[in-house]
T-cell receptor, first 116, second 115 residues
Framework: DVKVTQSSRYLVKRTGEKVFLECVQD?????MFWYRQDPGLGLRLIYF???????EKGDIPEGYSVSREKKERFSLILESASTNQTSMYLC???????????????FGSGTRLTVV | AQKVTQAQTEISVVEKEDVTLDCVYE???????LFWYKQPPSGELVFLIR??????QNEISGRYSWNFQKSTSSFNFTITASQVVDSAVYFC????????????FGSGTRLSIRP
């Protein structure tokens, strides 16, 4: 069974801390994504990556950066955590197929981050 | 720009009732994909269906059915004879047709099924 694993289910950090959220997939998927989920706003895309060492900004990249040194691992970094980054963070991966064949994403269980 | 609207924030029905979750989308693409995902209390989003914009046939899978109408840009999801285990947040989503496309999600509908 395909799996996307997020290292922490719950995390509490202090304002100003540097925070790393880790995501690992075991499906050899090329595409990986980081979303944040907030009530009433659905899922908003922060960053995504189509290949190792490659990254693209999503809709809300401010305050975040990412790292993809290996195909299976995609890390989200909060350079200096702030209270408005308290949220549920979801990682996803998908297969890069030929044009015209977009498969759905496989999601991790999420990391609920609280910044105090 | 692409956009997905789920106007129903929360729905609550009694078990065994039928319930329809609405989804309206906007896109300038002539070809695209539509999706539905389920997010149970455990938090992990579960893929339910992918629909190609070329195919307007309705789809049925057990108690679940989907009605895709290009003319009204809608992709509604109906659960027949609802059960308590159907309680979850449901997301409708839209993607372009390229392998590099990202998926745009609606804001979700929280469905509660009361025993």
């Amino acid at each position: 069974d395909v799996k996307v694993t997020q290292s922490s289910r719950y995390l509490v950090k202090r304002t100003g801390e540097k925070v790393f959220l880790e995501c690992v997939q075991d499906m050899d998927h090329e595409n990986m994504f980081w979303y944040r989920q907030d009530p009433g706003l659905g899922l908003r895309l922060i960053y995504f990556s189509y290949d190792v060492k490659m990254k693209e900004k999503g809709d809300i990249p401010e305050g975040y950066s990412v790292s993809r040194e290996k195909k299976e691992r995609f890390s989200l970094i909060l350079e200096s955590a702030s209270t408005n980054q308290t949220s549920m963070y979801l990682c996803a991966s998908s297969l890069l197929t030929g044009p015209g064949d977009v498969y759905g994403y496989t999601f991790g269980s999420g990391t609920r981050l609280t910044v105090v | 720009a692409q956009k997905v609207t789920q106007a129903q924030t929360e729905i609550s029905v009694v078990e065994k009732e039928d319930v329809t979750l609405d989804c309206v989308y906007e896109t300038r693409d002539t070809t695209y994909y539509l999706f539905w995902y389920k997010q149970p209390p455990s938090g992990e989003l579960v893929f339910l269906i992918r629909r190609n914009s070329f195919d307007e046939q309705n789809e049925i899978s057990g108690r679940y059915s989907w009605n895709f109408q290009k003319s009204t840009s809608s992709f509604n999801f109906t659960i027949t004879a609802s059960q308590v285990v159907d309680s979850a947040v449901y997301f409708c989503a839209l993607s372009g047709y390229s392998s590099a496309s990202k998926i745009i999600f609606g804001s979700g509908t929280r469905l509660s099924i009361r025993p």
